[in-house]
């Protein structure tokens, strides 16, 4: 059973366009977030979400809307995609009881604007 | 205060032999510190992590090392394998922010 699912697995697209990556999650976690890796494998943390409540919001662009239905999924939407925005978006879960830093992560959508 | 910095970029290390990454940190407030390990087209899965309280964990092969004083760890790889080629990261974090601050990640090769 998958753990972390992130659809889609690829994402082309113009630029200006709008578009949402989903995350699931089957592990039960209270927290999930969403790391952006850039073309040079830097990864970094753009929002986390606990209990559905944002909590850290890494001064990424407006653009970026991350909404959390409930607390098993975590979604990102962007709107006037910019070529800046391809990367690869990494979707993750934790359990506040445990290490903050043990955390799971989905399989990654690989984003690119053209 | 939130960066980690990690080296080598790339390493290549013979079949059986020790592979080492370091990192280093400036936030103190930093109190867990796990390596994650990724594989391409993967996303990363947590390898070991360490709190600032011990010197040193094991797990199997997997070693790391740490000294508060410095506000450095380390990835030790024993008996390396063509298997554990993959880009490591390290990665800091703290109770208080519960998200992680990654280091720039290093590929390594385990050449047979």
């Known amino acids: 059973d998958t753990a972390v699912s992130q659809t889609p697995k690829y994402l082309v697209t113009q630029m200006g366009n709008d578009k949402s990556i989903k995350c699931e999650q089957n592990?039960?976690?209270?927290?999930m977030y969403w790391y952006k890796q850039d073309s040079k494998k830097f990864l970094k943390i753009m929002f986390s979400y606990n209990n559905k409540e944002l909590i850290i919001n890494e001064t990424v662009p407006n653009r970026f809307s991350p909404k959390s239905p409930d607390k098993a999924h975590l979604n990102l939407h962007i709107n006037s995609l910019e070529l800046g925005d391809s990367a690869v978006y990494f979707c993750?879960?934790?359990?506040?009881?445990?290490?903050?830093?043990?955390?799971?992560f989905g399989p990654g959508t690989r984003l690119t604007v053209t | 205060q939130q960066q980690v910095k990690q080296s080598p970029q790339s390493l290549i290390v013979q079949k059986g032999g020790i592979s080492i990454i370091n990192c280093a940190y400036e936030?103190?407030?930093?109190?867990?510190f796990p390596w994650y390990q990724q594989f391409p087209g993967k996303g990363p899965a947590l390898l070991i992590a360490i709190r600032p309280d011990v010197s040193e964990k094991k797990e199997g092969r997997f070693t790391i090392s740490f000294n508060k004083s410095a506000k450095q760890f380390s990835l030790h790889i024993m008996d390396s394998q063509p298997g554990d080629s993959a880009t490591y990261f390290c990665?800091?974090?703290?109770?208080?922010?519960?998200?992680?601050?990654f280091g720039s990640g290093t590929r390594l090769q385990v050449q047979p």
């Open positions: 936030n103190t407030a930093f109190d867990y």
């Open positions: 592990l039960g976690h209270d927290t």
């Open positions: 990665a800091a974090t703290h109770t208080g922010r519960r998200a992680l601050t």
């Open positions: 993750a879960s934790s359990h506040s009881g445990t290490a903050a830093g043990e955390q799971y």
